[in-house]
């Protein structure tokens, strides 16, 4: 078969909105979009392998990439919300005062994502990271059992901060949301890790609304290739809520460190490799 009729066989029969686009590309952004949602199911971290893909894509500009992401993970995190309340049912007295806080915050991390270099926080975030595996591995009880700090007023408060801050993190930079997000309900309020991981997906669904409605009118979404990945997405995610449910808090623990180092692999590239 020559060249030209290859590129024939493999075009696509409807307008995916790509220039240059068939279906061996397709199915690589399904596959990645499918691996995103099982991972942000899980533990939080899809970031680190959707949008990547996208950003692989010919003639897809960064702010494409970023918003036909969103539009995949809202979602799959919308879908994994629902398995985990179903199954786990997670206090929506923590999860929804942080999940409105943190879509506002994203709204304005987007907002002034072009005014406020994310290089600035790297090394930051970095080391904030390798401080958070550390009393993960050299504190096997932590995570264990949901023994929580605080209550009342103090409680929803924390929630409210630590939503705020990590919701600007995603609407500035994005990567490991929901990774950090898990980070906060086990370490500042005291939830295992299940748990966090459940009431984790219904904040980074609205982190995640929050980014969208600011790209949405800019016109950045790629709506048919978007809506594709969101099928995968949502089919990666539903399995990796059932499993992390099934399997319980040790295995979300196990794979939070995988993702935790493979966050500081990728920032530790972000401040030195490119720094070459």
Same mark, same amino acid.
């Given at each position: 078969?020559?060249?030209?009729?290859?590129?024939?066989?493999? #075009?696509?029969?409807?307008?995916?909105?790509?220039?240059?686009?068939?279906?061996? %590309?397709?199915?690589?952004? +399904?596959?990645?979009?499918?691996?995103?949602?099982?991972?942000?199911?899980?533990?939080?971290?899809?970031?680190?392998?959707?949008?990547?893909?996208?950003?692989?894509?010919?003639?897809?500009?960064?702010?494409?990439?970023?918003?036909?992401?969103?539009?995949?993970?809202?979602? %799959?995190?919308? #879908?994994? *919300?629902?398995?985990?309340?179903?199954?786990?049912?997670? *206090?929506?007295?923590?999860?929804?005062? &942080?999940?409105?806080? !943190? +879509?506002?915050?994203?709204?304005?991390?987007?907002?002034?994502?072009? @005014?406020?270099?994310?290089?600035? @926080?790297?090394?930051?975030?970095?080391?904030?990271?390798?401080?958070?595996?550390?009393?993960?591995?050299?504190?096997?009880?932590?995570?264990?059992?949901?023994?929580?700090?605080?209550?009342?007023?103090?409680?929803?408060?924390?929630?409210?901060?630590?939503?705020? !801050?990590?919701?600007?993190?995603?609407?500035?930079? %994005?990567?490991?949301?929901?990774? @950090?997000?898990?980070?906060?309900?086990?370490?500042?309020?005291?939830?295992?890790?299940? &748990?966090?991981? #459940?009431?984790?997906?219904?904040?980074?669904?609205?982190?995640?609304?929050?980014?969208?409605?600011?790209?949405?009118?800019?016109?950045?979404?790629?709506?048919?290739?978007?809506?594709?990945?969101?099928?995968?997405?949502?089919?990666? =995610?539903?399995?990796? =809520?059932?499993?992390?449910? !099934? $399997?319980?808090?040790?295995?979300? $623990?196990?794979?939070?460190?995988?993702?935790?180092?493979?966050?500081?692999?990728? +920032?530790?590239?972000?401040?030195?490799?490119?720094?070459?």
């Amino acid at each position: 078969m020559s060249q030209l009729a290859l590129h024939a066989a493999l #075009a696509l029969p409807f307008d995916i909105g790509v220039d240059g686009l068939d279906w061996g %590309g397709i199915l690589l952004l +399904l596959l990645a979009a499918f691996a995103a949602g099982w991972v942000d199911a899980v533990v939080g971290g899809g970031g680190l392998i959707q949008l990547p893909a996208l950003l692989l894509v010919p003639g897809l500009t960064p702010v494409q990439a970023l918003a036909t992401n969103k539009l995949a993970s809202v979602f %799959g995190t919308a #879908a994994s *919300s629902v398995s985990y309340y179903r199954s786990v049912r997670p *206090s929506l007295t923590t999860a929804l005062p &942080m999940a409105i806080v !943190a +879509l506002l915050a994203a709204i304005g991390g987007a907002s002034l994502a072009a @005014f406020l270099p994310a290089e600035v @926080f790297t090394p930051i975030i970095m080391v904030a990271l390798i401080v958070v595996a550390l009393i993960t591995i050299f504190k096997p009880a932590l995570g264990a059992v949901t023994k929580l700090k605080y209550s009342g007023a103090k409680h929803v408060g924390l929630a409210g901060i630590a939503g705020a !801050a990590i919701g600007f993190y995603d609407g500035l930079i %994005g990567p490991g949301t929901g990774t @950090f997000l898990v980070i906060a309900l086990v370490g500042l309020l005291g939830y295992d890790f299940l &748990m966090a991981s #459940a009431q984790a997906k219904i904040v980074n669904f609205a982190t995640n609304l929050g980014a969208l409605i600011l790209f949405i009118p800019l016109g950045a979404v790629l709506w048919p290739l978007g809506l594709l990945m969101a099928v995968a997405n949502v089919a990666g =995610s539903v399995l990796g =809520s059932r499993m992390a449910i !099934a $399997r319980g808090a040790k295995f979300v $623990r196990v794979l939070f460190l995988i993702i935790v180092g493979a966050l500081i692999v990728k +920032l530790g590239f972000d401040v030195w490799g490119g720094a070459r």
